[in-house]
């Protein structure tokens, strides 16, 4: 629409008398992301906000008393039995596809099975199969008299029943311990079944989940070796990009204010919906997958819904319609899974301070695999893109610069996740990661599809390995 020159001078500085004695017809509808910009959001406000989450996250990383979850022993217990199950079915191979399947020696594996059950012990977490199976896993560690060592630690309290366990590992239920002190007890006695064979067959069958499982990932990695010089090319050139349009016109507070509401009203919504699913012991494993859905995505869409008004324009804008660059892509996921394996064997790998090794129970099963794929998949990559990538780090990257935007949003998205030690400094690198390909490829969409390859990288084989029944 074209105006007279004083017309609009008059509707850009909003000089009111003017316009209405202008013809209606004449002026345009006022711009809505004007309004948004024009905000004024004061330091209080921010600083305010910034506080209540700095508590939040104080308490849950500090004022938590000791010990652990309830039902960490039992995912323990699983985690223990596959990786011992796991170290003996391998221990027959090559080291490099014992390296491969992401498989230690026996006598690593029975270390750190003794190092978690004594952790739980220390918090008086052990329960009497715990006890039963820390006797067990100790007399084959330290070569010790298996009976000895059950009698003195159960002090009269054995729980296996020689038949019952027998059955047990003939039904694809038994554990590692099981099968350990049922062949000590056969050597006094006649076999009640014929366990033996459906044992072995279990341990292959995981053997051949965990090559599996892990090779897939390696073969990305490997594809990804040949796309890495021109993704380095890429990473540099994205260093010097500059914010443009509607995005690269988000001033600092808009995008501080946006990013701290959705974040303190997710924190909110998933501590009401944890204590409303923990008052609904029946609830349904899809009603569980929905509302954990809803968690995942409210941040996102509050943070859209404060930033634009149409769909289209969020995905134009954040660069949603772009070209995923799948090249890019691999060669980043590649240089992540180098990246990890410098950082493992420089401090270490996993939180040995975590019996469970950072697995959740809810993950079991086949609901637990669809829960899996759902929410760390799919929704996970979606959502923390669109407010970490697409709001924190571009508004931080229209103030401060690529290299320090990228480095500050990956802080406060390691930090949001939870994690210690190698779990806290491995997110923070693909965090980072993901911004500078953010600004390489102007493309969100490549961000979301690099966190898709990462968390199916993991969750996958990890469901394969320990939770996927066996038989």
Same mark, same amino acid.
């Given at each position: 629409?074209?105006l007279?020159?004083?017309?609009?001078?008059?509707?850009?500085s909003?000089?009111?008398?003017?316009?209405?004695?202008?013809?209606?017809?004449?002026?345009?509808?006022?711009?809505?992301?004007?309004?948004?910009?024009?905000?004024?959001?004061?330091?209080?406000?921010?600083?305010?906000?910034?506080?209540?989450?700095?508590?939040?996250?104080?308490?849950?990383?500090?004022?938590?008393?000791?010990?652990?979850?309830?039902?960490?022993?039992?995912?323990?217990?699983?985690?223990?039995?596959?990786?011992?199950?796991?170290?003996?079915?391998?221990?027959?191979?090559?080291?490099?596809?014992?390296?491969?399947?992401?498989?230690?020696?026996?006598?690593?594996?029975?270390?750190?099975?003794?190092?978690?059950?004594?952790?739980?012990?220390?918090?008086?977490?052990?329960?009497?199969?715990?006890?039963?199976?820390?006797?067990?896993?100790?007399?084959?560690?330290?070569?010790?008299?298996?009976?000895?060592?059950?009698?003195?630690?159960m002090?009269?309290?054995?729980?296996?029943?020689?038949?019952?366990?027998?059955?047990?590992?003939?039904?694809?239920?038994?554990?590692?311990?099981?099968?350990?002190?049922?062949?000590?007890?056969?050597?006094?006695?006649?076999?009640?079944?014929?366990?033996?064979?459906?044992?072995?067959?279990?341990?292959?069958?995981?053997?051949?989940?965990?090559?599996?499982?892990?090779?897939?990932?390696?073969?990305?990695?490997?594809?990804?070796?040949?796309?890495?010089?021109?993704?380095?090319?890429?990473?540099?050139?994205?260093?010097?990009?500059?914010?443009?349009?509607?995005?690269?016109?988000?001033?600092?507070?808009?995008?501080?204010?946006i990013?701290?509401?959705?974040?303190?009203?997710?924190?909110?919504?998933?501590?009401?919906?944890?204590?409303?699913?923990?008052?609904?012991? *029946?609830?349904?494993?899809?009603?569980?997958? =929905?509302l954990d859905? #809803?968690?995942?995505? !409210?941040? /996102?869409? +509050? @943070? %859209?819904?404060?930033?634009?008004?149409?769909?289209?324009?969020?995905?134009?804008?954040?660069?949603?319609?772009?070209?995923?660059?799948?090249?890019?892509?691999?060669?980043?996921?590649?240089?992540?899974?180098l990246?990890?394996?410098?950082?493992?064997?420089?401090?270490?790998?996993?939180?040995?301070?975590?019996?469970?090794?950072g697995?959740?129970a809810?993950?079991?099963g086949?609901?637990?695999?669809?829960?899996?794929?759902?929410?760390?998949?799919?929704?996970?990559?979606?959502?923390?893109?669109?407010?970490?990538?697409?709001?924190?780090?571009?508004?931080?990257?229209?103030?401060?610069?690529?290299?320090?935007?990228?480095?500050?949003?990956?802080?406060?998205?390691?930090?949001?996740?939870?994690?210690?030690?190698?779990?806290?400094?491995?997110? *923070?690198?693909?965090?980072?990661?993901?911004? =500078?390909?953010?600004? #390489?490829?102007?493309? !969100?969409? /490549?961000? +979301? @599809? %690099?966190?898709?390859?990462?968390?199916?990288?993991?969750?996958?084989?990890?469901w394969?390995?320990?939770?996927?029944?066996?038989?």
């Amino acid at each position: 629409m074209n105006l007279s020159p004083c017309l609009q001078i008059a509707w850009e500085s909003g000089d009111s008398a003017f316009i209405e004695t202008a013809r209606p017809s004449l002026i345009p509808p006022p711009n809505p992301y004007r309004v948004i910009l024009r905000r004024d959001y004061p330091e209080p406000l921010i600083a305010l906000l910034a506080f209540i989450l700095g508590i939040w996250l104080w308490d849950h990383y500090f004022g938590k008393t000791a010990g652990y979850e309830p039902g960490t022993e039992e995912i323990a217990l699983v985690k223990i039995d596959r990786d011992l199950r796991l170290a003996d079915a391998m221990a027959g191979d090559p080291a490099w596809l014992r390296w491969l399947a992401g498989v230690d020696e026996p006598a690593a594996i029975r270390n750190d099975g003794m190092r978690a059950w004594e952790n739980l012990a220390a918090y008086g977490s052990m329960s009497l199969p715990g006890l039963e199976a820390y006797a067990i896993l100790k007399a084959e560690h330290e070569g010790l008299p298996l009976r000895k060592t059950l009698a003195e630690t159960m002090q009269g309290q054995m729980i296996s029943d020689f038949v019952e366990t027998s059955e047990q590992l003939a039904s694809h239920r038994g554990t590692w311990w099981h099968a350990r002190w049922i062949t000590t007890m056969e050597q006094d006695m006649p076999p009640y079944c014929q366990w033996r064979e459906i044992y072995q067959r279990d341990c292959q069958q995981l053997r051949i989940r965990a090559i599996f499982a892990r090779s897939w990932v390696w073969l990305l990695g490997l594809v990804g070796l040949a796309f890495i010089p021109r993704t380095l090319a890429d990473l540099k050139r994205g260093l010097h990009a500059r914010p443009r349009g509607y995005g690269g016109a988000w001033p600092l507070p808009l995008g501080l204010v946006i990013f701290l509401v959705a974040t303190l009203a997710w924190i909110g919504f998933a501590m009401t919906l944890e204590l409303g699913i923990g008052a609904l012991p *029946g609830l349904h494993p899809l009603a569980g997958i =929905l509302l954990d859905a #809803a968690a995942r995505m !409210l941040p /996102a869409l +509050i @943070a %859209l819904g404060l930033l634009f008004r149409r769909p289209s324009h969020a995905v134009r804008v954040l660069g949603l319609d772009r070209p995923l660059a799948p090249k890019t892509v691999l060669g980043v996921f590649s240089l992540l899974l180098l990246a990890d394996l410098l950082l493992r064997a420089a401090i270490g790998g996993g939180d040995s301070a975590d019996p469970g090794g950072g697995l959740s129970a809810g993950e079991a099963g086949i609901w637990g695999l669809v829960f899996a794929v759902v929410s760390a998949c799919l929704l996970a990559p979606l959502s923390e893109e669109l407010l970490y990538r697409g709001v924190l780090f571009r508004s931080l990257w229209n103030r401060l610069g690529v290299l320090p935007a990228a480095i500050l949003s990956s802080a406060v998205f390691a930090v949001l996740h939870f994690y210690d030690g190698y779990g806290l400094l491995s997110v *923070g690198i693909f965090g980072f990661s993901c911004a =500078l390909l953010y600004t #390489a490829t102007g493309s !969100l969409g /490549a961000c +979301i @599809a %690099l966190h898709f390859l990462y968390n199916s990288s993991i969750k996958l084989p990890e469901w394969l390995i320990y939770h996927g029944a066996l038989g």
